[in-house]
């Protein structure tokens, strides 16, 4: 009796590993092809027939299976076993540096061996999405965290410090080109609030 | 049943390397603290429960140091699976606490070591055995490999797929192709863009073998597995010679044992004689 039910819960976990990481469903979002406006695009761009496999596709993501989905999270919580296999979907479409100045003193700049102040920090797995985020976008979720611990390391290291100042350096690609200061996060003495320019 | 006390190894020795990395730049108080506390991240999961148990402060150094001495544990073979599964809900609460400090490669190690739970993982390589005087159990049921390969093929095909639907020119000829903006990303990647332009072919060629040998791991199901899974290697040795992704590529590698299980029961076979 027992090898016939290991067998069955062998299986039903395949079937759970496959419905909670389904290949390309599980980076549609629930919205996704739900609007007439957004289908009828799609058929414009790529023609009925192959449109209607999407929206169906995408119709049985949202009705079946991520209902499902949604009803099994719940078990993966306290291993927080969440799947989204989107590993590197793609590259930045330019190159994005993040500066670190102190007093119009440059301390960090990415990727820069003479610029490295923080780097060991801003560059570990845990923290650069974070920088990247910050640098890609000017309201970032976390930009408010990443400079106020930014800045308070620059006043422990630098305590007569005046200015510490995050610029989001962007350069079309391959890098030589015009490069612009798309945003900053400055912070002045003696408040060191972090304000988002 | 080696191949898995040797992953068991790998990704517990992965974990508490990338964790003690975290110490030694001095980031643990400023990772696994909320956002209030002077942590990074402004939200945490609600099932980051051990600051209500616990209060913040100690929250997450608790979760910190309970996962290193799991994995610790784990790696010895000493209380391996109290330490395992201790290890995985501990590590889990990190993941809670500084969510978007908790990358795929976590998630995949934590799902990876909870399978092994069911395994006999812990009675190979394991100090437990001299402790409690117990001979080392060499089998476990094939269905363990089995479901282990079946979810890291998955993991690689979803990783293909999503590659594609997010941006085709994966598989396409363009002016700069996805893998070199990638590998040459000052915020990840060591190689230099200006320099590594005039050799995009390679990228273009890259870009391609990574979706071909992605989409194609279902190939690791069959008795091809363990050849296929060389392309994978190549691949995830090149990820970490070229980008800075901490344990991506090792964690990753500590799979391969799975995937390599012959050759590694024949190459231990070896070092024993």
Known sequence: ?197 | MRPLGVTRIAVAGCILLDLLRVAQVGMVDVLFQTFGDGGLSKKQDPAWVLDDWIGAVAAGPTAFWTTICCMVLTMLGVGTRPAMLLGILAYAQLGHGYPPGDRAIDRILRLVLFALLFTNAHRVFALDNRILKRAPVLTTPQWAYDLLKYFIALVYICAGVGKIMKQPMWLGFPKFPPLYRIVTDPLAGHLDPSFWVDFTWLFTAGSWFTIVWEIGAFVILTRLGRWWALGGAFMHVGIALTMELGMFSWGMLALYPILWAGWVSAGLDRLKR
Not at chain 1, 19 to 44: K, N
Not at chain 1, 80 to 90: F, K
């Open chain 1, 1 to 197: 009796m027992w090898p016939h039910v290991r067998a069955a819960l062998v299986l039903v976990v395949g079937a759970v590993i496959l419905i909670l990481g389904t290949p390309g469903l599980d980076a549609m979002q629930h919205s996704e092809l739900g609007d007439e406006d957004e289908r009828q695009e799609l058929r414009e761009q790529i023609g009925p027939f192959w449109a209607g496999i999407g929206i169906g596709i995408a119709d049985f993501n949202r009705e079946h299976r991520l209902p499902l989905h949604r009803a099994l999270h719940t078990l993966e919580i306290p291993i927080r076993g969440a799947q989204n296999w989107a590993l590197y979907r793609d590259g930045p479409n330019r190159v994005r540096r993040l500066e670190i100045w102190v007093d119009d003193e440059l301390k960090h700049r990415s990727a820069d061996p003479e610029h490295d102040w923080l780097a060991p920090q801003l560059r570990m797995r845990r923290v650069r999405p974070m920088v990247e985020t910050t640098t890609m976008q000017t309201m970032a979720q976390n930009w408010e965290g990443l400079s106020r611990f930014i800045v308070r390391r620059a006043v422990a290291e630098w305590p007569e410090a005046e200015r510490v100042e995050l610029r989001a350096i962007w350069t079309p690609f391959p890098g030589d080109g015009e490069t612009t200061v798309h945003h900053r996060i400055v912070a002045v003495a003696p408040e060191w609030q972090v304000v988002h320019l």
